[in-house]
């Protein structure tokens, strides 16, 4: 990142670890044949290398197996596959979708797509900490429902859900279970053994590995899950996702997750630790702060803050030396206030004054302590304006 500015948005990306670009380096080059040419040892070599990477994701996700994983572009891809292909395949047997008001946009879009293609959708709200009610949700299926879709954790908030807890409920009502898990993933321990989900989705770029690679998570087995392709054309990874396979992102995917997963021990307490730090401070020493989302069942690294008085976008503005964002990466172009914050009942003049603080594996304590002295700086500043333009 750029040393003259504190990095606060890692939950918008991730910096590639040096590890992770040292491990896909030699893909680029030395190893570069396509994995598909299977006729020649470079395209084995090729091959081989997709196949580890597969591998490793599956042994640090805790699957059954690595032919459980179909790599693609990204989150957002894993989860038009997902969410589109296995309605197609459930079609017209069940014809029912279930989801929650503060899914990301790369959910919500693909629902309300099926919904215009005849599908039915409910969505259910949040509690004010912006997590769903198990059972106002388990309530909202139906017997044609076919699918339910929750994140593990917000992008926002950081708020995680209780997906394990729904999952065995879901299950018996003969749904499947989707989870947008883009922001849990390398952050929090992710156990497939015990989330119990059919589907789902995530993104290298959020913890530590190169943009543009990603992958879906598909249950093999009670029974086998069927899934339609999205994408056609050559038949690649197993038949769900033609192109051909980015190598150097999925090698590169595969070692951001093992180092991840290595730092389990002490990096998730280390970036609570941090946030904690930040937040402290900045309840502490200014007035009128608010901590939007639940204060445990949350991300390590994230928190989301209003400040009343101010307008967040005057707040980005006025800090150049620090990065971070007022919500969303993939909404930060709309001027209105959150919808994920609307949905947890925050006032509008307190959800356009907030910002989304995200700590991560190279933030220091000096940088959250002057990140908090700068945004303190401003915030005064800032409310002082206003005082004299009233």
Known sequence: ???????????????????????????????????????????QAAATAVEDARATVARCLHAGSPTEFVFTAGATEANNLALCGAASALAPRRRHLVTQVTEHPAVLEPLRRLERDGWD?????????????????LSAMREDTAMVSLMLANNETGAV?????????????????????????GKLEVDLRNLEVDLLSFSAHKFYGPKGVGGLYLRRSRPPLH??????????????RSGTVNVPGVVGMARALELAVDGFDEEPARLAGLRDRLEGRLVAELDGV??????????PGTTNLSFAGIEANALLVSLPDLAFSTGSACTSTHSEPSPVLSAMGVKKDLGAASIRLGVGRFTTETEVDRAAERIIEEVKRLREVGRQHR
Do not use: W
């Open 1 to 43: 990142m750029n040393g003259n500015v504190i990095y606060l948005d890692y939950n918008a990306t991730t910096p590639c670890d040096p590890g992770v670009v040292e491990a896909m380096l030699p893909f680029f080059s030395e190893y570069a044949a396509n994995p598909s040419s299977r006729a020649h040892r470079p395209g």
């Open 121 to 137: 959708l409910t969505v259910i709200g949040v509690d004010g900490e912006g997590r769903v009610r198990p059972d106002e949700l």
């Open 161 to 185: 859900q209780p997906v394990a807890k729904i999952a065995a409920a879901v299950h018996k009502r003969g749904a499947l279970l989707h989870c947008d898990a883009a922001q849990a993933v």
């Open 227 to 240: 899934v339609e392709a999205q994408i056609i054309g050559g038949g690649q990874e197993g038949g769900l």
């Open 290 to 299: 608010f901590v939007n989302g639940s204060r445990t069942h949350r991300l």
